[in-house]
């Protein structure tokens, strides 16, 4: 059974169309990313899927069962947009509250709202009204009330906008923890943070699906390597540039930008596995090594494979 | 942990999102705040226009100016009822409740909706159980208040006379239910109502407008289609003006127009509630 089946999936607003014809099946594993410019219909594809707007056109299954089905309360869960909690209550309580709509009797509700916020690290704040939280606060408060009953899969939009570095890392971790039980699919706009948690990137643009990769087969094939140096000068980019282009393992190399060099291997036709690696003497990588030591570069990171970035916009 | 067993039945919902309406009546200070806003409001009603009933209705002169006023037979029945404060109570709540009504139950769906709070129940309650736990919700908020009101008014005719006590329950039972009966089309109204507005006062002002131009309506129908005029009977409160003058179960033979007002009102909110985005 898929995860998420779209079939000519279309949403008119007025005459603007929001998705036109898009068409994806997605399998369980690993946390989805879905990215795209604002305005792409991230947002309406999230609502689509979690029943709050219907599609103009198409048909979206989730789970086996149509979106919006009665099978599948508290078997999905999200984080929407903008959603806020009724500033007048207790937030134990509304979480509670949410918990005995999905089953749960009285005690356990209130039991089920104190897991899930221990789970965010904000159970001494149970008491507290939405109010009186930070944005960081209500945004881990919005994530605790998605992982009420570990449902099957949680939509998260744009988790850690607006959120401070260390919060983000934060609500990061606690997303890759429970990643093990639940499934993600996660919009943002920050493609290092979807880069570190998922798999597989579906890119929506104007309404249509152009892309669909898979970070693990991009970093699989091992054909590119991404250096990135702490600084450089203009006469260092193209120093680099000569020097590690001697080497026969690599076909070319070119600066994304004053620090960062995307290195493209001799095309090989071999996939690599875990115990048997892709040039598993590293000569490529041996050789920048040695090429950094000799020329006294420091380096920042050596990353097997091209950035997410590169991979969606090049 | 125990996990959730398997999802509970519309109706379960239904009943848990009506009881957190009436836990949100009694465990906030707003909450806290209405119900002591509407005792006061009531509390004078009852000091004053009420307690003073008794000597009014049993005053010859009061009943020929009642009379001259609004014609004879017209309010007779008011002057047959046993208890007196009652029969006030009567003509008052059954104006007043309905007004109540508007304004307690604009906020049925209005700020949950336009907050986003909506998108966290819909993932856990069908949209029907939503629609109709809160219509519950309201309606056992309101049947509270009006027993409140009605217990009070009881208390007050037995504190003049304790040899009503049975008249006065049997009339006040009779009575509630009956307020009961007329805040359903009042409170399905503003279902709907509050699901269209982005605010209570939203609402509200869109329930007040829609009353407006509905009695100009019908004024107009009256006059120029009077054959047309049966369609005042689709708006609830229709009967309201025939309901003064009758008292005991005599009041209940109206209970069909609002119920079937009721009915179609929440239909037609159900469906409107199925369909919007949310």
Not at chain 2, 157 to 162: F, H, L, T, V, W
Request: charged share 15%; proline share 4%; glycine share 6%.
């Amino acid at each position: 059974m898929s995860l998420i089946k779209c079939h000519n999936l279309s949403k008119d607003f007025g005459s603007t169309q929001a998705l036109n014809n898009v068409s994806i099946e997605l399998e369980g594993g690993k946390p989805i990313a879905l990215v795209g410019p604002n305005g792409a219909g991230k947002t309406t594809l999230f609502s689509i899927l979690c029943g709050y707007i219907s599609a103009t056109s198409g048909t979206v299954e989730i789970l086996g069962s149509p979106a919006g089905s009665p099978t599948l309360l508290g078997r999905i869960s999200a984080l929407p947009q903008d959603a806020a909690l009724d500033p007048n209550f207790s937030i134990a309580s509304q979480l509670a509250f949410f918990a005995s709509l999905q089953g749960y009797k009285s005690k356990h509700a209130r039991a089920e709202a104190k897991r899930v916020l221990s789970l965010v690290g904000l159970l001494e704040s149970a008491n507290q009204k939405p109010d009186s939280l930070s944005h960081g606060m209500g945004k881990r408060v919005a994530i605790a009330q998605a992982m009420i009953g570990e449902p099957e899969l949680v939509l998260l939009d744009e988790p850690t906008a607006g959120l401070d570095p260390a919060n983000a890392k934060k609500l990061r971790e606690l997303i890759d923890s429970l990643a093990q039980h639940t499934q993600f699919i996660i919009s943002s706009h920050n493609l290092d943070e979807l880069e570190k948690l998922c798999d597989q990137v579906i890119y929506l643009e104007k309404g249509q699906l152009t892309q669909s990769v898979s970070i693990q087969n991009n970093q699989d094939d091992n054909k590119f390597l991404t250096l990135t140096l702490t600084e450089c000068d203009a006469q260092q980019v193209i120093q680099v540039i000569q020097v590690l282009s001697e080497h026969p393992g690599i076909h070319h190399i070119e600066s994304r930008n004053a620090k960062e060099f995307l290195i493209e291997r001799v095309a090989i036709n071999q996939k690599s596995t875990p115990d048997k690696p892709l040039n598993n003497t590293y000569e490529v990588e041996s050789f920048i090594f040695q090429q950094l030591q000799k020329h006294h570069w420091q380096y920042k990171q050596l990353l097997n494979g091209k950035r997410l970035e590169d991979t969606l916009f090049s | 942990m125990q996990a959730a067993s398997t999802g509970p039945s519309q109706m379960s919902n239904s009943v848990t999102i009506a009881l957190f309406e009436l836990q949100k009546l009694f465990n906030n200070k707003r909450g806290i705040l209405s119900i002591v806003a509407f005792s006061l409001v009531w509390g004078i009603i009852l000091l004053y226009p009420i307690r003073g009933a008794s000597d009014y209705l049993l005053s010859p002169d009061f009943k020929a100016f009642i009379a001259s006023f609004f014609g004879e037979g017209a309010v007779n029945q008011l002057f047959q009822w046993q208890v007196a404060e009652l029969a006030v109570f009567w003509c008052l709540g059954l104006y007043l409740f309905p007004l109540f009504s508007i304004f307690i139950a604009a906020d049925q769906f209005a700020s949950d909706r336009s907050r986003g709070t909506f998108r966290f129940l819909t993932l856990r309650a069908s949209r029907n159980s939503i629609f109709f736990g809160r219509f519950i919700g309201q309606m056992a908020i309101q049947l509270f208040l009006v027993i409140l009101a009605v217990s009070a008014t009881v208390l007050l005719a037995i504190s003049r006379d304790s040899s009503l006590i049975g008249a006065a329950i049997f009339d006040g039972v009779l009575v509630t239910l009956n307020l009961f009966i007329v805040l359903l089309p009042f409170t399905a109204l503003m279902a709907i109502l509050s699901l269209h507005a982005s605010t209570a006062r939203q609402a509200t002002v869109q329930a007040i407008v829609f009353w407006a131009l509905t009695s100009i309506a019908m004024a107009a129908i009256n006059f120029y289609a009077p054959q047309l005029a049966m369609l005042e009977w689709t708006l609830p409160g229709a009967q309201l003006s025939s309901m003064i003058n009758t008292q005991g179960m005599d009041s209940l033979s109206y209970s069909a127009i609002p119920l079937l007002q009721a009915l179609v009102l929440l239909f037609i909110g159900r469906l409107y509630m199925i369909r919007i985005a949310l």
